[in-house]
């Protein structure tokens, strides 16, 4: 079973920026990576999203400031976060969706966004 494993989170300032991690314990066949958000007392929120062929798409309340990538020679998935504000404090997931079987997700990386 492959695992995911989320990094890079933490305590940036507001209008900072800072890049999350998700690696892949291996090479693994998906139909689409994605990255969730759950902030305090919230449900767990789509963020952004990355297919296999490479195509992205973005909440429209992260748009313009989250950039979602991939290195799949590193199996790893990345979000940089620019201009971050203090709506950004969460847990971010990583997720995997493939096209058998359920998805896979990540522990979770906190990021806290102070002043």
């Known amino acids: 079973q492959v695992q995911l494993v989320e990094s890079g989170g933490g305590l940036v300032q507001a209008g900072g920026s800072l890049t999350l991690s998700c690696a892949a314990s291996?090479?693994?066949?998906?139909?689409?990576m994605n990255w969730y958000r759950q902030a305090p007392g919230k449900q767990r929120d789509l963020v952004a999203t990355?297919?296999?062929?490479?195509?992205?798409n973005y909440a429209d309340s992260v748009k313009g400031r989250f950039t979602i990538s991939r290195d799949s020679a590193k199996n790893t998935m990345y979000l940089q976060i620019h201009s971050v504000q203090f709506e950004d404090t969460a847990v971010y997931y990583c997720?995997?969706?493939?096209?058998?079987?359920?998805?896979?997700w990540g522990q979770g990386t906190q990021v806290t966004v102070s002043s």
């Open positions: 997720n995997a969706e493939r096209y058998y079987g359920l998805g896979i």
């Open positions: 291996g090479p693994f066949l998906y139909k689409a």
């Open positions: 990355i297919t296999n062929t490479g195509s992205t």
